[in-house]
């Protein structure tokens, strides 16, 4: 274990497999890009440039949060799940909230290194959060529907 790390990195547990292979990939590969983010939060000087480059790299993983939201609401539509419109609403809620706290990363000044690295671990455990107390819910239901 790397002791010069202040965040852990997100490890990827069988468990967290929905069955669906889609799906499971769109979480992996969201999982690797929290993890790229916090590894760049850990080594990024406070220079303008390098700070443009995270809020971009940060704006990226929003936008394909979002995708994915659309997608995952696809699938539930498609296979009748009875918590899709509250899934929805929640997120709708993430996207709303994400937005908020990325529009208070970039308008924050590179110098604040420490409040841009507290926001975006906001943004990380926001988006975390969701994954194992709202996509985790529906695992069941989505695998009975492909007669799993």
């Given at each position: 274990?790397?002791?010069?790390?202040?965040?852990?990195?997100?490890?990827?547990?069988?468990?967290?497999q929905m069955g669906i292979r889609e799906l499971d990939s769109e979480h992996r590969e969201l999982f690797e890009e929290l993890n790229q983010l916090m590894d760049c939060l850990e080594q990024v000087p406070a220079g303008e440039e390098e700070q443009a480059a995270l809020s971009a790299r940060l704006a990226a993983i929003i936008t394909h949060h979002k995708?994915?939201?659309?997608?995952?609401?696809?699938?539930?539509?498609?296979?009748?799940?009875?918590?899709l419109?509250?899934?929805?609403r929640e997120h709708r809620r993430?996207?709303?909230?994400?937005?908020?706290l990325f529009?208070?990363?970039?308008?924050?000044?590179?110098?604040?290194g420490e409040e841009r690295r507290i926001l975006a671990?906001?943004?990380?455990?926001?988006?975390?959060?969701?994954?194992?107390?709202?996509d985790l819910r529906y695992k069941s239901h989505m695998l009975d529907a492909m007669g799993r």
């Open positions: 274990m790397d002791m010069t790390r202040t965040v852990p990195r997100l490890l990827w547990l069988d468990s967290f995708t994915h939201y659309a997608h995952e609401e696809t699938l539930m539509a498609r296979r009748k799940y009875g918590g419109e509250a899934h929805a993430l996207e709303k909230e994400s937005d908020l529009q208070a990363f970039t308008e924050l000044p590179p110098q604040a671990l906001r943004i990380r455990e926001e988006l975390l959060d969701h994954f194992l107390h709202y």
